[in-house]
């Protein structure tokens, strides 16, 4: 049984930072990629960045330059740096695990973001 377990959302001001951590019970390679996703109150999920097996990272247009996913691979960790945060930004973020059998993926509980003054 694959988990997901995330962790480190929380509430930040405008302008501030936020790591979140995704943590696997396998390893990184047992998925093709892993990635993040987010959900506001109200709309759709989408997807805020991925990492491939090769270590090839993709980003939503709306979040280039202002993060970086990154994975420790000892750790089994995939993490989201978020900076210059909006209140826009505001949403549940899961972690996502895309597994190599085509139409097989896993999602973690999501970890909420709140940015407010």
């Known amino acids: 049984q694959v988990q997901l377990v995330e962790s480190g959302g929380g509430l930040v001001q405008p302008g501030g930072s936020l790591r979140l951590s995704c943590a696997t019970s396998?390893?990184?390679?047992?998925?093709?990629?892993m990635g993040w996703y987010r959900q506001a109150p109200g709309k759709q999920r989408e997807l805020v960045a991925t990492?491939?097996?090769?270590?090839?990272?993709d980003y939503a247009n709306s979040v280039k330059g202002r993060c970086t996913i990154s994975r420790d691979i000892a750790k089994n960790t995939v993490y989201l740096q978020m900076n210059d945060l909006k209140p826009e930004n505001t949403a549940v973020y899961y972690c996502?695990?895309?597994?190599?059998?085509?139409?097989?993926?896993?999602w973690g509980q999501g970890t909420q973001v709140t940015v407010s003054s």
């Open positions: 996502n695990a895309d597994s190599w059998v085509v139409g097989l993926d896993y």
């Open positions: 990492i491939r097996s090769s270590g090839i990272a």
């Open positions: 396998g390893s990184i390679f047992s998925f093709k990629s």
